[in-house]
């Protein structure tokens, strides 16, 4: 399922829109670090990029991965990221949200073959093979290989930015989600799974970046799947300051909402 194919079936539209995620005219270059400090993409140079970005931010992800897409390029970048970002949070059909997931990694994966040096292609590669991994369980991806494929991509994405917070915070998820399915012991040994380095990447993220909802979601997920409910009370007080940041777009309203149904 290519990017360009996933017209035949619409999507769902963002149940959140507000005018304070549209950022018209010089209003996206103002907010631009805001809005990227966890992926670092750089501030796009020609209009239709930026223009893509634009609907991504806003919610209009169908419409941003379409566009970005035809561009080509860092296009490739803006139209992983908005159809990964649509398939985890609002597609609700488990086998269409795989195709989205393998679309988005393919997506970048272009981006990454044609600008080598360009980090968060690399990451936003890791990012839908993971979340593709978890839909078909990390215990089946790891059997194809496709864990080693998603270290590789976070390794090189911190090789050429060592402050991407995003890539932090994957990594930091690909160490306990490791050791959760298969120990330990086995997890260092067969893939470098670490429970001291996966704490350090979450936290390293948060020092990157630290208004960051889902950086803060992950690192709790991680301490759950790591300690349990021994670190439970942390975990819950780390989604209660997610679910209090105020968004500065549509993917980061559907983070802020996502801590809040982890705490109900």
């Known amino acids: 399922m290519s990017v360009r194919a996933r017209k035949t079936a619409a999507w769902r539209k963002f149940p959140h829109p507000d005018d304070m995620f549209d950022y018209a005219g010089p209003k996206l270059k103002a907010h631009w670090r805001r809005l ?120 090189q994405a911190l090789k050429l930015d060592p402050a991407h917070a995003d890539a932090h915070t994957a990594l930091g998820t690909y160490h306990a989600e490791i050791i959760d399915k298969v120990g330990a012991l086995v997890g260092g040994l067969t893939y470098g799974a670490n429970r001291d380095e996966g704490l350090a990447h979450y936290l390293k993220a948060l020092a990157l970046n630290p208004g960051s909802a889902i950086a803060r979601i992950e690192y709790a997920n991680g301490l759950l799947l790591l300690f349990g409910k021994t670190r439970g009370a942390e975990a819950e007080k780390l989604y209660r300051e997610a679910a209090a940041i105020e968004p500065a777009d549509a993917m980061e309203r559907l983070d802020v909402e996502l801590a809040a149904s982890a705490l109900a």
């Open 36 to 155: 990227h400090r966890g992926d670092r993409e750089p501030y796009p140079e020609t209009r239709e990029l930026q223009q893509a970005w634009r609907l991504f931010h806003a919610g209009e992800f169908e419409r941003a991965a379409s566009m970005g897409a035809e561009l080509g390029g860092a296009g490739d970048c803006v139209a992983s990221r908005a159809t990964a970002i649509y398939a985890n949070y609002l597609e609700p059909d488990e086998a269409r949200k795989l195709a989205l997931f393998d679309a988005a990694a393919k997506a970048a994966q272009r981006a990454a073959e044609a600008l080598p040096a360009h980090a968060n292609a690399h990451y936003l590669r890791a990012y839908a093979l993971g979340r593709y991994s978890q839909g078909i369980s990390v215990l089946v991806a790891l059997s194809r290989g496709l864990g080693g494929t998603v270290k590789a991509c976070l390794e």
